[in-house]
């Protein structure tokens, strides 16, 4: 086990930014950078044992600056959408960014966690990122968060996420990881196959703000709870998927009781490569990169729309405008922490 630091890049303020890459006992590896404490790379071998690098990204600090579609990032402290860009705590209500139609998506394209530059500390087998956040961007507050990546000898990446706030908040942290198990760049992501275990989900209006309902997934394109190609069925005429452009939805974990436990597998026919996922949290926003722009990453790979897809674990969005959720507001000795594993086989 290692983990190796070099240059990066820098802000536009001329800060120094640095890429860690954590090395595990077969050789996988994974990199993560000090900006919106970002995985970069993952390297994980094929069913012939070739490493290839499987999440969406860019070569340089300064490409992540823009990365309008949160490429690898950490995104708080509210990931996904809250309803009208409002939401009411202990009888005060807190307006914040309307950036999503009328609605806030993901905290602030400017302010929130996905572009700060985060302290980071090297540890035995792996990094963990540090930031300090006052109330700002809306939300009350003052903020001490830290996100833990570390790679394990059973080729499992685990992100360990830690938040404690001095006033209750809203804190709903994720990470924006797009995969692509035949390697990032190689097409769509189409012919992936997935399982979850997740039964319901909320369905969402047509700006993705959930109705409040927990759905049965039974006789719907929803159901993934059989290994299913992800291109089957995302283009049927189902009013969610016409709503969101293919799937982009919560998904309702089954038996959630805060502890882990594995959740979903993604397989990759082509490469044979398969992903495991497991949370401790009450849901995950399966999003097939129906939204991604034609641009330019890694080593000039191309990607486009659906080329890779994202398993955010989370709260449910919108959380705190529908009491039927499991609650997001965390603070005053209420610390908010939660474990999410991709594992690799």
Not at 129 to 147: C, H, Q, W, Y
Not at 233 to 256: K, T
Request: hydrophobic residues 35%; charged residues 20%; contains cysteine.
């Amino acid at each position: 086990m290692a983990v190796e630091k070099s240059a990066f890049g820098k802000t536009s303020e001329g800060r120094e930014i640095s890429l860690y890459t954590i090395i595990n006992q077969n050789g996988m590896k994974a990199c993560v950078t000090d900006i919106g404490a970002v995985l970069v790379n993952l390297w994980v071998p094929d069913k012939d044992g070739k490493m290839e690098d499987v999440v969406l990204g860019f070569d340089s600090a300064e490409a992540y600056l823009s990365n309008p579609s949160y490429f690898g990032a950490v995104i708080g402290p509210s990931a996904n959408r809250i309803g009208g860009a409002s939401f009411e705590i202990d009888d005060v209500i807190y307006q914040v960014a309307v950036n999503d139609n009328a609605n806030n998506l993901h905290s602030h394209a400017q302010y929130g966690y996905h572009k700060r530059v985060w302290d980071a500390q090297i540890l035995e087998n792996g990094v963990e990122f540090s930031l300090t956040d006052p109330a700002t961007m809306g939300f009350p507050g003052n903020k001490e968060v830290r996100i833990t990546y570390i790679l394990n000898d059973e080729n499992g990446l685990e992100l360990h996420y830690h938040a404690d706030s001095d006033a209750r908040t809203i804190l709903n942290l994720t990470n924006h990881t797009y995969f692509n198990l035949n390697g990032a760049g190689n097409g769509t992501i189409l012919s992936h196959e997935l399982c979850m275990k997740a039964s319901m989900y909320t369905p969402a209006d047509d700006c993705s703000i959930p109705v409040g309902d927990i759905v049965p997934v039974a006789g719907t394109p929803m159901d993934f709870t059989r290994m299913t190609t992800v291109g089957d069925r995302i283009d049927s005429d189902f009013e969610q998927l016409r709503f969101a452009g293919g799937y982009d939805h919560n998904w309702v974990i089954d038996d959630w009781n805060g502890e882990l436990r594995y959740f979903a597998t993604v397989k990759a026919p082509e490469s044979g490569r398969i992903m495991e996922v497991a949370t401790t949290l009450p849901g995950v926003q399966f999003y097939a990169g129906n939204f991604i722009t034609r641009q330019t990453g890694k080593a000039g790979a191309v990607y486009d729309k659906r080329s890779g897809l994202c398993l955010e674990t989370q709260y449910y969005p919108d959380s705190i405008h529908h009491d039927n959720f499991p609650s997001c507001v965390f603070g005053e000795g209420k610390a908010y922490d939660s474990v999410t594993v991709y594992r690799f086989r």
